[in-house]
T-cell receptor, first 117, second 114 residues
Framework: AQKVTQAQTEISVVEKEDVTLDCVYETRDTTYYLFWYKQPPSGELVFLIRRNSFDEQNEISGRYSWNFQKSTSSFNFTITASQVVDSAVYFC??????????????FGQGTTLQVKP | DSGVTQTPKHLITATGQRVTLRCSPRSGDLSVYWYQQSLDQGLQFLIQYYNGEERAKGNILERFSAQQFPDLHSELNLSSLELGDSALYFCASDPSGGRYNEQFFGPGTRLTVL
């Protein structure tokens, strides 16, 4: 079965602290894709990053970084020097490497991040 | 702005009624996905269309149906509405429905069933 687990339901930090959001996934497929989405209070879902299962390089984008480890089936997301604007719900998602123009996203339950000034 | 549009933004209706949610994908995207976000179920995939054809089905109730039209916009029809259908319904699109692509989400339609 395919599953995404975000064990942290809520995290609260003070501005400028670093924070890591955990994501653990389950799949038997050897080809799959992992995503992070942000859902700010306004409600829309904003794409942050995609990672392929065959590419374990970590990625940094400004204050955001992602650590992908196949050995532990984890795809963690770190925000450095957090800001109030980072307050949102963050979702990790899994997409299988299916063929035939199909591909649903399997979402974790989300982690609510509150950054206090 | 993701380029995906959804109307209406809010919908309030009564139990037993039928509603239609509309989605226009990003220009050039052939695939449309519908998701439901509720407090108890989280974000769940409902159905996918690719260039007018149904491609994948998830946890979509029989009371719900969808279609994608020749101009690629899609509609999600919800009938015999129940209180538990109250949720945020998202539409997403990507160019081909292929696994390589990220899906871009619309702003959602918040459905309240009273």
């Amino acid at each position: 079965a395919q599953k995404v687990t975000q064990a942290q339901t809520e995290i609260s930090v003070v501005e400028k602290e670093d924070v890591t959001l955990d994501c653990v996934y389950e799949t038997r497929d050897t080809t799959y894709y992992l995503f992070w989405y942000k859902q700010p209070p306004s409600g829309e879902l904003v794409f942050l990053i995609r990672r392929n299962s065959f590419d374990e390089q970590n990625e940094i984008s400004g204050r955001y970084s992602w650590n992908f480890q196949k050995s532990t089936s984890s795809f963690n997301f770190t925000i450095t020097a957090s800001q109030v604007v980072d307050s949102a719900v963050y979702f990790c998602a899994l997409r299988l490497g299916l063929s035939g123009n199909t591909g649903k996203l399997i979402f974790g339950q989300g982690t609510t991040l509150q950054v206090k000034p | 702005d993701s380029g995906v549009t959804q109307t209406p933004k809010h919908l309030i209706t009564a139990t037993g009624q039928r509603v239609t949610l509309r989605c226009s994908p990003r220009s050039g995207d052939l695939s449309v996905y519908w998701y439901q976000q509720s407090l108890d179920q989280g974000l769940q995939f409902l159905i996918q269309y690719y260039n007018g054809e149904e491609r994948a089905k998830g946890n979509i109730l029989e009371r719900f149906s969808a279609q994608q039209f020749p101009d690629l916009h899609s509609e999600l029809n919800l009938s015999s509405l129940e209180l538990g259908d109250s949720a945020l319904y998202f539409c997403a699109s990507d160019p081909s429905g292929g696994r390589y692509n990220e899906q871009f989400f619309g702003p959602g339609t918040r459905l309240t069933v009273l």
